[in-house]
């Protein structure tokens, strides 16, 4: 990717509030004790991430891949989403689409962040492409990693390749079910999401994963800009094994057939940033 080089915000304002955004910053030790010459060319060179976990995760998904962007010396945001993670407290019926992307905004604007590179997984997809749609002139290069591809008005459940109403309806049936409790759907066990059991790091994700507010599948996106359209704008399929019952192949497909979309192809399952996190890294650099 070629993005501009970004601003470093005021870092006692980003340390302050490291903890509640999901931030990792490089220790000020190790810039402040390098040459000046080389704090200078790395400042050129460094890029602002903000990565956007799907349903069931949170921030700490991303660790694997915020580790060695941290070592090479750029900022990286893995923010948890309302009712997730650590903020899963705060799970309610109000939780919605909505919700999730006023969280990254604010993260946006409360770091006063340019030239991001911004990546959604999964259901995060919806959420960078409504945050797209208001802040497009803060990104930089907008990437979906085998993630939601909305238009106005589509729901998580509606969006991909159009179907019937009943088609939709069982699907939020489905989806209901899942949320015995109407505010919540329990998660999926890892190896449906590509993770084998045999994993190092399955134990890991199964405890981690945590009940998805129910809404946020269930709303309507507004986007009154056209949401990603005009960004530079990357589409990475993971296709081994591809997820099931999924509508990512559905997207990987008409991307490939977009002139404005740069596509990539993962030979890992649906959480690429667990089982393939290096691969994932070249690719975001």
């Known amino acids: 990717m070629s993005e501009n080089p970004s601003s470093f915000p005021n870092r006692r304002k980003v340390m302050a509030g490291m903890a509640a955004a999901?931030?990792?910053?490089?220790?000020?030790?190790?810039?402040?004790?390098?040459?000046?010459?080389?704090?200078?060319?790395?400042?050129?060179?460094?890029k602002t991430y903000v990565l956007v976990h799907g349903a069931w995760h949170g921030g700490w998904c991303w660790r694997d891949v915020a580790k060695p962007l941290l070592d090479a010396g750029h900022m990286v945001f893995t923010p948890s989403l309302s009712g997730l993670a650590e903020r899963k407290h705060l799970v309610s019926p109000e939780i919605g689409l909505e919700t999730h992307i006023t969280d990254i905004i604010s993260l946006i604007e409360y770091y006063d962040l340019q030239d991001i590179i911004?990546?959604?997984?999964?259901?995060?997809?919806?959420?960078?492409?409504?945050?797209?749609?208001?802040?497009?002139?803060?990104?930089?290069h907008i990437v979906y990693l085998d993630a939601a591809l909305p238009e106005?008005?589509?729901t998580m459940i509606s969006q991909g390749p159009r179907r019937n109403a009943?088609?939709?309806?069982?699907?939020?049936?489905?989806?209901?079910?899942?949320?015995?409790?109407?505010?919540?759907?329990?998660?999926?066990?890892?190896?449906?999401?590509?993770?084998?059991?045999?994993h190092p790091s399955y134990s890991w994700v199964a405890e981690k994963l945590t009940p998805h507010p129910l809404k946020t599948w269930l709303d309507p996106i507004k986007l009154l800009d056209g949401g990603s359209h005009g960004l530079n704008r990357t589409f990475i399929?993971?296709?081994?094994?591809?997820?099931?019952?999924?509508?990512?192949?559905?997207?990987?497909?008409?991307?490939?057939?977009?002139?404005?979309?740069?596509?990539h192809a993962l030979a890992t399952g649906h959480d690429a940033m667990i089982t393939a996190p290096q691969e994932l890294f070249q690719l975001l650099t």
């Open 22 to 46: 999901g931030v990792v910053l490089t220790a000020p030790s190790q810039v402040n004790s390098a040459p000046k010459e080389k704090s200078e060319a790395r400042s050129k060179m460094q």
């Open 118 to 140: 911004l990546m959604g997984h999964s259901y995060g997809g919806m959420v960078i492409t409504g945050v797209a749609d208001s802040m497009k002139e803060r990104i930089s």
């Open 152 to 154: 106005n008005g589509d």
């Open 166 to 198: 009943e088609a939709i309806k069982e699907t939020e049936v489905g989806l209901r079910a899942l949320a015995p409790d109407g505010i919540a759907m329990q998660a999926f066990p890892p190896e449906i999401l590509g993770i084998a059991q045999s």
């Open 237 to 263: 399929h993971c296709n081994r094994p591809a997820l099931p019952n999924s509508r990512f192949q559905w997207h990987a497909e008409q991307v490939q057939q977009d002139e404005s979309w740069q596509y």
